[in-house]
């Protein structure tokens, strides 16, 4: 498996934990304070717009590690729960770095 794809789902995985953290935040602030309704509404849509490309990441890399579907879908949602993606995000990279190539081909000896 190529760098890239680890790569990839590593960067989403961070954002996507950051703006889950930043949404949690304007949560309180909205229904605690009663302020923040519009920043609250673009916040959380970029999350969903983020999320989305998360899946996306997420389930390449899982087909290319061939997860079974448990892991695959404990590692789908730990997009939803603040700060787990940082957790499992590290776990992950752990796990699959020893399947990533460089991808530069391999010299055949003479």
Do not use: N
């Not at 519009?38 to 390449?60: C, E, M, N, P, R």
């Not at 079974?68 to 699959?96: M, N």
């Amino acid at each position: 498996m190529k760098k890239s794809v680890l790569t990839r789902y590593r960067v989403m995985a961070y954002v996507t934990a950051v703006m889950l953290l930043v949404l949690s935040t304007c949560m309180v602030f909205k229904y605690g304070f009663g302020r923040g309704e519009d920043l609250t509404f673009v916040v959380s849509q970029t999350h969903g717009l983020l999320y989305i490309i998360y899946l996306i990441f997420a389930f390449d890399l899982g087909s290319k590690a061939k997860w079974s579907f448990g892991k695959l879908l404990w590692v789908l949602l730990s997009g939803t729960i603040p700060l787990a993606a940082f957790f499992v995000e590290r776990r992950i990279t752990r796990e699959v770095e020893p399947l990533v190539t460089d991808g530069t081909p391999v010299a055949a000896e003479a």
